[in-house]
């Protein structure tokens, strides 16, 4: 996904279709409600877009407010820095427009009430992708404040906006040490935001899940096995992920499994 331009002062967010890049629908200086989901409805969003000069298929929706024609369909909506680079994006589907009315961002704006669906825009997430657009993910251990349901939107972003963060940076070369500290790892999720800032630093991303850990393993990511990892803290780490995870015919503590799957990719663990 690319915008067809660069975002001006203030604007945050951009509208693209997915069916056709050149098929640029214009930016918005806020998308209150992205990052909340509706009622019994976890991909469903009712968007407030701030500020818009509507252009292409959401500019002939505009048009059609309360007919079928309202609906605009499939879109990327870009999440922009504050020189309107690209940090991130989410496929946005169904974008419908509800409501228009003149904005006070501007003359010739307009705000626009859009219902989509969207469910990577995990609730928690803004706040991260705020620290990324002003430059300040940068102290290790932002991530230990955060309530257990906000960490896979911590997570999300870390993963979302890896390419804009790392900006082409190669992985570190095979046989570097990494520092992996336990303190604050108290579950599988806090597990992946102690890994991904010790291999990629403050905010880093190196798997959220458990395949998503092993692709990391197999390089592209910020790491090229083999290397060292030294856990620090490990016995209380170990003490926490008891959680049993199914593997084949057996069942393994989750502790135990990561262990097993540095071990198959050519990590050594140091236990401290």
Known sequence: MRTSERGGVGQKYALTSDEDDSD????????????????????????????????????????????????????????????????GSYSVDEVTVVDVEPSARGTGLVDLTVTLWCENALPGA?????????GRLNR????????????????????WSRGYRRQ????????????????HIVDEDSFYCAIGEAVNGP????????????????????????FTLHWESS?????????????????????DLLLEI???RGVSVVLR
């Open 24 to 87: 640029f629908w214009g930016f918005a200086h806020e998308a209150e409600g992205l990052f909340t989901p509706l009622p019994d409805e976890e991909g469903a969003r009712c968007v407030h877009l701030e500020g818009c000069l509507p252009q292409g298929g959401l500019l002939k929706s505009v048009d059609h407010v309360g007919g079928r024609r309202a609906t605009a369909g499939n879109a990327w909506l870009a999440l922009l820095d504050g020189d309107g680079a690209t940090m």
């Open 235 to 255: 016995a209380g780490a170990r003490a926490r992920l008891v959680e049993r995870v199914p593997v084949g015919d057996r069942e393994v503590a989750l502790f």
């Open 203 to 226: 905010g880093g991303y190196f798997g959220w899940n458990l395949d998503a850990l092993d692709d990391c393993l197999c390089g592209g990511w910020g790491a090229t096995v083999p």
């Open 262 to 264: 540095f071990e198959k």
């Open 140 to 159: 290790i251990g932002m991530w230990h404040e955060l309530a257990p349901e906000e960490r896979q939107a911590w997570l999300s972003v870390a993963l």
């Open 168 to 183: 082409g940076k190669p992985d570190a070369p095979a046989g570097q040490v990494f520092a992996l500290d336990g303190r």
């Open 126 to 134: 803004e706040r991260a992708w705020d620290l990324v657009r002003t």
